[in-house]
C-alpha cells in the first residue's frame, strides 16, 4: 500500500477511522450477525465503555460468539463477579510516581503514560480503572517529567505508555521526542501501542518520518494476542515500521478462551516472525477487578511455554512474565 500524502490541514485518515470505532454492543452484535440472546452482555458503563474500530470487526468472525477477537473487547456480565485478589490497582502504580504521569520503578528505564486514550477498550486491561484525570499529563507536565528524566542520569530509556501514545496525533509526539532530544544520558525510546495491529492506518506517512527523524534508539513494541489479529494491512504497516529502522517486539497477554492453547500461540509466534516481529512478554493477567475470567493459572501457563519451547527456535519464545508489585523488573515464571 502507498501511504497518503498528507496535507497540513487534512486531518489524517486514522483519526476519522478512529472517530468511527464502534461503542455500542448491539451494534458489534450487528455486524458480527450474532444474536444477543447468545451472550450475557454487560451493560456500558462510561467508565471504560466498549471500543473497537471496524477494521478489526472485520477480522472477527461472523457468527461467532467465542470468537477469540470478539471476546476481548465484549464487556459480558462476567466482569460484575468479584473475585479474591482482584483490585482496581493490581500494580499500586499510583504509588510509584515521581512527577504526574512518570513511573520509575525499574532500574534504567521510566515509563511516561502519555494519554488516557486508547484506540480499543481491551476488556483485561490493567489500566481499566485508572484515573487518568489526574494521572495523564498535560502538554505542560510533560515537562515535569522530561525534567525528571534529565535530572536522572541512570535512566537511558523512556517508555511511551498509556492508554496508547499513537493515539497523540504527530504534532504531540513531536513535541515530546524534540524535548528528549537534549537529554545526553537517554539512549533508547521505547513505545508500547496496540495501534498497529488495531488500527494499522495509523502508520501513515506523518508517523513514519517522525519515526525516521529520532536520534535515540527505537523500539517498538506492539501487542498482538493472537495471530487472526493479524491481516494484510498489518502486516503491511509492519513491514512499513520495519523500514524505518526500528526494532519491532510484541507483547502478549495470556487470556483464557481465547490464547490459553499452545498451537495458537505457536501460531502467534509464526506469524510475528513472518511480519519481522519478535514474541518479547506473554503476561500472565493483572489481578485487575472486573477481569478473573481471564485468568490462567500459573501451572498452565508454564505448560504452555514448555510447549512452545519444545516446538520453535529459543528466539520465537517470549518470556512468560508476571508484575510484582515491588519487583525490581517483571518477574519471570
Ligand atoms: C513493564 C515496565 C517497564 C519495562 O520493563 P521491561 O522489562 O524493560 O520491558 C518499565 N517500567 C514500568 C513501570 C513497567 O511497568
Ligand atoms: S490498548 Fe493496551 S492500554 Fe489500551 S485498553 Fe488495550 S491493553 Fe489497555
Redesign the pocket.
Known sequence: MIPRIQSPEQRPQWQTLLAQAVNSTDELLRILQIDPAQLKTRPLDNKFPLRVPRGFIQRMRKGDCRDPLLLQVLPLQEEAQTAAGFVPDP?D?LD?MPVPGL????KG???LTTTGACAIHCRYCFRRHFPYTDANPLADQWQQAVDYVAQHNDIT?L?LSGGDPLTLTDARLHSLTDRLADIPHLRTLRIHTRLPVVLPERVDTGLLSWLASQQLKTVL?IHCNHPNEMDTDVREAMSRLRHTGVTLLNQSVLLRGINDNSATLIRLSEQLFAAGILP??LHQLDKVEGAAHFEVDNITARQLIAEIAASLPGYLVPRLVQ?VPGMP??NPL
Do not use: F, T
Open positions: 500494580l502504580e510509584n513511573l520509575h520503578k525499574y528505564r521510566a515509563l530509556e517508555i513494541v518479547y512478554y508484575e523488573g517483571k
